[in-house]
């Protein structure tokens, strides 16, 4: 096991702690950090020959993430991280960033790190790079640039499923406006991806480079008290192929911004949303979105797009707070420009109530409903089914037993209606959970959770039971500085044999004041399978230590 990861991060926790020594109220510098650092160990055994361990015998994990101040005046936030299975790398951390304040009005940012920009352009990856972040004021302006994705060549293993390589992908972003404290914004942001056609070792002819750029305009407005209106406006223009033909003669578009070729297509989107709020018992917020077909943004892992969404979403309360009411009802459309075989359209229905009848007396319940249905003209392959799920959880506090107790219940049911004429007999089923909780606390930290558990699943190919019982025991020793638990449970699982499971773990706090918090953990899975000869049973160890400290 490699412990260079270890070893850097315990030379900086020692130099932390020796620093301790100094006067806090230096202005020279000053550190304020956690530190989580891990070892899970694993073991398991089976007659089966063929038996693969789930894990690997042993993972070490060490983060460190903290605040470094210089001069009382740079702050520099930080995140380091290392473990043993980082595959194939020879760095001691595979990712670090920092984002120093410079001042309480400017940021910079570097090596790993995320900002997003807007909901059509930027928003859900990590950046390798640097950037900078300047708020004056009420003014905003941040720009950042990097890598969004690394270069993968094509190998063998990959080849089996089609896998052809991927270019490096980086990435320009920004967005520049004005924002007030009351929510009032206005911003233009935009986004550059493009892929480096050189950064695969061979070229395979079957990959494209492509490249993307994404313009918007975002904005947000309090009309009047209670009525909040956002929204965003965006622009994408992306080359599938950015290597083919340039197209002449399309205008005075900068080469630096958007090179159009004969891959190349345009679309837009927009989002709507407004709230209404001016009473503390009601509200209703509606949203609506609009992404066209050709609307592409490389910033976002799985934006999808040729689509129409509608929501509407509103909420209520009575008696006194008591009783909350929610809802939520919305339509998905696609096929906007009529230019496939047939539309699909989802309808999704939420609702739910929380009601506290008494002070130790309440429930929870839900109900949604999610319907998908395609318009084909050909019924064979024409698309319908519908999924509904019901759930209620009541709640019941009392004195007993000279303890207090917790007894609490839930019920779920999840129904799929494939009114399909090909699939509907394989895929309509039903699936139902029961599960019973009881709690038992003393006042000297004792405490008692006994947990029943039954799910039953039917459909026309098998029907599945399983019947869980736990007992979990809870103890506090030294003042509440030492948490222990123990839990002992059995399952009953019940398909065409009867198959049956035992769980065991143990875990263990021990909290200091100077030193942090350790931890330990372990747990015993064993599985006995009905047919011996088919299905070997098997059994598993898992263990897990782990220090935290906070300096």
């Given at each position: 096991?490699?412990?260079t990861g270890y070893l850097y991060i315990l030379i900086f926790l020692l130099s932390a702690y020796c620093s301790k020594a100094q006067d806090r109220d230096s202005?020279?510098?000053?550190?304020?950090?956690?530190s989580v650092i891990s070892t899970e160990l694993y073991t398991s055994f089976s007659d089966d020959s063929s038996w693969v361990p789930r894990l690997p015998p042993i993972v070490g994990r060490a983060i460190l993430r903290g605040n470094a101040q210089f001069f009382s005046t740079v702050t520099v936030p930080f995140e380091l991280y290392y473990s043993n299975r980082n595959f194939g790398t020879n760095q001691p951390f595979n990712q670090f960033g920092i984002s120093p304040q410079i001042t309480p009005w400017l940021t910079l940012h570097g090596g790993y790190f995320s900002n997003k920009v807007s909901e059509f352009t930027f928003g859900d990856l990590r950046i390798l790079g640097g950037g900078i972040d300047i708020h004056p004021s009420n003014f905003r302006f941040f720009a950042g640039y990097g890598i969004i994705r690394e270069a993968r060549n094509q190998e063998l293993r990959d080849s089996l499923v089609l896998f052809s390589g991927e270019y490096k992908r980086l990435m320009f972003a920004a967005r520049a406006g004005y924002d007030e404290s009351n929510g009032n914004y206005v911003y233009l942001n935009i986004l550059k991806a493009w892929d480096d056609s050189f950064s695969?070792?061979?070229?395979?002819?079957?990959?494209?480079?492509?490249?993307?750029?994404?313009?918007?305009?975002?904005?947000?407005?309090?009309?009047?008290?209670?009525?909040y209106v956002s929204a965003e406006l965006a622009a994408s223009a992306t080359n599938s192929n950015s290597s083919a033909k340039k197209i002449e003669n399309v205008g005075s578009i900068p080469d630096i911004i958007f090179i159009p070729t004969t891959t190349s297509f345009i679309d837009g989107a927009g989002k709507l949303s407004v709230l209404y709020n001016a009473f503390s018992d009601w509200s209703v917020r509606t949203e609506a979105q609009w992404i066209g077909p050709g609307f592409t943004t490389q910033g976002f892992m799985q934006l999808p797009n040729d689509i129409l969404d509608i929501i509407l979403s509103p909420s209520l309360r009575l008696l006194q707070g008591k009783m909350s009411l929610r809802s939520s009802m919305g339509v998905r459309?696609?096929?906007?420009?009529?230019?496939?075989?047939?539309?699909?359209?989802?309808?999704?229905?939420?609702?739910?109530?929380?009601?506290?009848?008494?002070?130790?007396?309440?429930?929870?319940?839900?109900?949604?409903?999610?319907?998908?249905?395609?318009?084909?003209?050909?019924?064979?392959?024409?698309?319908q089914n519908i999924v509904q799920n019901i759930s209620f959880s009541p709640y019941y506090q009392f004195e007993g037993w000279e303890g207090f107790q917790t007894l609490s219940g839930t019920f779920t049911l999840q129904d799929v209606d494939d009114n399909n004429i090909i699939t509907q007999k394989l895929t309509n089923s039903t699936a139902s959970t029961f599960g019973l909780n009881h709690v038992l606390s003393y006042v000297n930290t004792l405490n008692f959770t006994t947990?029943?558990?039954n799910t039953l699943?039917?459909?026309?190919?098998?029907?599945?039971?399983?019947?869980?019982?736990?007992?979990?025991v809870g103890y506090s020793f030294f003042d509440n500085v030492l948490d222990c638990s123990a839990t002992m449970g059995v399952s009953s699982v019940k398909t065409l044999e009867s198959e049956f499971q035992f769980l065991a773990r143990l875990s263990a706090l021990y909290k200091t004041d100077e030193w942090g918090s350790f931890s330990l953990f372990?747990?015993?899975?064993?599985?006995?399978?009905?047919?011996?000869?088919?299905n070997p049973s098997f059994r598993e160890l898992q263990c897990n230590l782990q220090w935290t400290v906070n300096f």
């Amino acid at each position: 096991m490699k412990c260079t990861g270890y070893l850097y991060i315990l030379i900086f926790l020692l130099s932390a702690y020796c620093s301790k020594a100094q006067d806090r109220d230096s202005s020279l510098f000053s550190l304020k950090a956690s530190s989580v650092i891990s070892t899970e160990l694993y073991t398991s055994f089976s007659d089966d020959s063929s038996w693969v361990p789930r894990l690997p015998p042993i993972v070490g994990r060490a983060i460190l993430r903290g605040n470094a101040q210089f001069f009382s005046t740079v702050t520099v936030p930080f995140e380091l991280y290392y473990s043993n299975r980082n595959f194939g790398t020879n760095q001691p951390f595979n990712q670090f960033g920092i984002s120093p304040q410079i001042t309480p009005w400017l940021t910079l940012h570097g090596g790993y790190f995320s900002n997003k920009v807007s909901e059509f352009t930027f928003g859900d990856l990590r950046i390798l790079g640097g950037g900078i972040d300047i708020h004056p004021s009420n003014f905003r302006f941040f720009a950042g640039y990097g890598i969004i994705r690394e270069a993968r060549n094509q190998e063998l293993r990959d080849s089996l499923v089609l896998f052809s390589g991927e270019y490096k992908r980086l990435m320009f972003a920004a967005r520049a406006g004005y924002d007030e404290s009351n929510g009032n914004y206005v911003y233009l942001n935009i986004l550059k991806a493009w892929d480096d056609s050189f950064s695969l070792n061979t070229r395979n002819s079957i990959l494209n480079p492509a490249d993307n750029f994404v313009t918007s305009l975002s904005a947000g407005l309090s009309i009047v008290q209670g009525l909040y209106v956002s929204a965003e406006l965006a622009a994408s223009a992306t080359n599938s192929n950015s290597s083919a033909k340039k197209i002449e003669n399309v205008g005075s578009i900068p080469d630096i911004i958007f090179i159009p070729t004969t891959t190349s297509f345009i679309d837009g989107a927009g989002k709507l949303s407004v709230l209404y709020n001016a009473f503390s018992d009601w509200s209703v917020r509606t949203e609506a979105q609009w992404i066209g077909p050709g609307f592409t943004t490389q910033g976002f892992m799985q934006l999808p797009n040729d689509i129409l969404d509608i929501i509407l979403s509103p909420s209520l309360r009575l008696l006194q707070g008591k009783m909350s009411l929610r809802s939520s009802m919305g339509v998905r459309y696609n096929n906007l420009r009529s230019n496939r075989l047939s539309a699909t359209q989802r309808v999704i229905g939420t609702g739910g109530i929380s009601w506290q009848i008494e002070d130790n007396l309440g429930f929870d319940a839900s109900y949604s409903n999610y319907g998908i249905r395609s318009r084909h003209d050909n019924d064979t392959i024409r698309l319908q089914n519908i999924v509904q799920n019901i759930s209620f959880s009541p709640y019941y506090q009392f004195e007993g037993w000279e303890g207090f107790q917790t007894l609490s219940g839930t019920f779920t049911l999840q129904d799929v209606d494939d009114n399909n004429i090909i699939t509907q007999k394989l895929t309509n089923s039903t699936a139902s959970t029961f599960g019973l909780n009881h709690v038992l606390s003393y006042v000297n930290t004792l405490n008692f959770t006994t947990s029943v558990f039954n799910t039953l699943v039917n459909n026309a190919a098998l029907t599945i039971s399983v019947l869980s019982v736990s007992e979990t025991v809870g103890y506090s020793f030294f003042d509440n500085v030492l948490d222990c638990s123990a839990t002992m449970g059995v399952s009953s699982v019940k398909t065409l044999e009867s198959e049956f499971q035992f769980l065991a773990r143990l875990s263990a706090l021990y909290k200091t004041d100077e030193w942090g918090s350790f931890s330990l953990f372990a747990n015993l899975n064993s599985y006995d399978y009905s047919s011996v000869s088919y299905n070997p049973s098997f059994r598993e160890l898992q263990c897990n230590l782990q220090w935290t400290v906070n300096f």
